[in-house]
């Protein structure tokens, strides 16, 4: 089995003794922001000017700046903007400001990986990158957990970048729930993978193909979202807390044999040989090549996919059911 890390294989003092920006106040950039600062390091948030997000950084107690001052003033910078915008954020305000011995730091390997950024060789380069949204990155810190991560190291000038993003990891709250080390090219290719293949594209796939059959075969869409997309939820936390043995002890013999026989039947060779030859443009950088080229040309493609999306049956009858179930948070 691979080595884990914990919080006893890293010293927690070493994040606390340096002054860390964190770029970007989204969905990772507030959670590491936050979770570090109550693990008692010194973080200041780097926006761009017209940051709608600096108010509420302000407002959770952060001094926010410029991304080129915030970097100036930090020894450990994280790069928490989305990943398309990194390349341009970077040349323009980060790179004049990385001082020898400083550590650029990532959550994902994408623009180290494919090469849109090249720091200089006297700093650190490392990346902590939780297994997880970043609102969950903060909510199972405050209650006194957290989301494994993984940490690898491109750079190493100091001599210390292991030591320094383990006692990240362990300041985010990942150390709490597992570190496991790995390389930019491992979790770039995996992330990627993993988000197209099975949790979103694969996942968004099959929940919209099960529920266009039942609709189609005339049965109510109301039915169809209940069976297809809300019950996914119940599902999944089972596999969360005890994988497929708990899952299908949980449920019924029947459903069991039904997994069993009809499953492989869904997800087939053909399924199979798809998803390795989206790994093999991952790997090939044939995926990013078309993403960064997308950004270039103001996302035609996205833009107009998303648009679609959004009219697909599913969203309206969705709406309204969840309206009605006031506990689940829209
Ligand atoms: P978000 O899309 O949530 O980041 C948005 C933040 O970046 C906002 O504060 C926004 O400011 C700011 N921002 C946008 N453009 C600029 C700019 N030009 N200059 C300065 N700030 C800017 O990012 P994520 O948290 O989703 O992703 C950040 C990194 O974490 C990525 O590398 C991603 O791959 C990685 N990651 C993300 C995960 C996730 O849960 N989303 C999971 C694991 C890794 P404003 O909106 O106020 O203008
Ligand atoms: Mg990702
Ligand atoms: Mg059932």
């Given amino acids: 089995m691979a080595k884990m890390y914990y919080e006893k294989d890293g010293d927690a003092g070493i994040i606390k003794g340096k002054k860390v920006a964190i770029i970007g106040y989204g969905s990772q950039g507030h959670a590491h922001a936050l979770n570090l600062k109550e693990s008692g390091a010194d973080v200041v948030i780097g926006l761009h000017k017209e940051s709608k997000s600096a108010d509420k950084a302000r407002k959770d107690g952060f001094e926010v700046y410029e991304v080129a001052e915030a970097a100036r003033l930090s020894d450990v910078?994280?790069?928490l903007i989305p990943d398309e915008k990194q390349r341009e954020v970077y040349e323009q305000s980060i790179k004049?400001?990385?001082?020898e011995g400083d550590a650029l730091a990532f959550a994902h390997g994408f623009n180290i990986h494919f090469t849109q950024i090249n720091p200089p060789e006297n700093v650190d380069v490392f990346m902590a990158a939780p297994k997880g949204p970043g609102h969950l990155v903060r909510r199972v810190y405050t209650e006194g957990g957290g989301v494994p991560a993984l940490i690898a190291i491109h750079q190493d000038y100091s001599g210390k970048a292991r030591d320094i993003a383990m006692s990240y990891a362990i300041g985010i709250g990942s150390a709490r729930a597992g570190v496991l080390e790995t390389t930019f090219k491992e979790e770039t290719e995996t992330d990627l993978f993993g988000e197209q293949a099975v949790l979103c594209g694969g996942v968004t796939e099959l929940i919209k193909a099960g529920f266009d059959t039942l609709v189609n075969a005339g049965y109510q869409k109301e039915v169809a979202y209940f069976e297809c997309l809300h019950e996914l939820k119940l599902i999944v936390d089972l596999l969360y807390e005890g994988g497929f043995e708990n899952m299908r002890y949980s449920i019924s013999d029947t459903a069991e044999y039904g997994d069993y026989m009809i499953g492989r039947r869904i997800v087939t060779d053909e399924t199979r040989a798809e998803m390795k030859k989206a790994l093999t443009e991952i790997q090939n950088g044939e995926f990013a090549r078309n993403w960064?080229?997308?950004?270039?040309?103001?996302?035609?493609?996205?833009?107009?996919?998303?648009?679609?999306e959004l009219e697909h049956p599913i969203v309206e009858v969705g709406k309204e059911l969840r309206s009605m179930m006031t506990w689940i948070k829209g």
């Fill in 77 to 79: 910078i994280m790069m």
């Fill in 96 to 99: 004049d400001n990385l001082k």
């Fill in 292 to 308: 960064l080229m997308e950004n270039a040309l103001n996302r035609p493609n996205f833009n107009s996919i998303k648009r679609n």
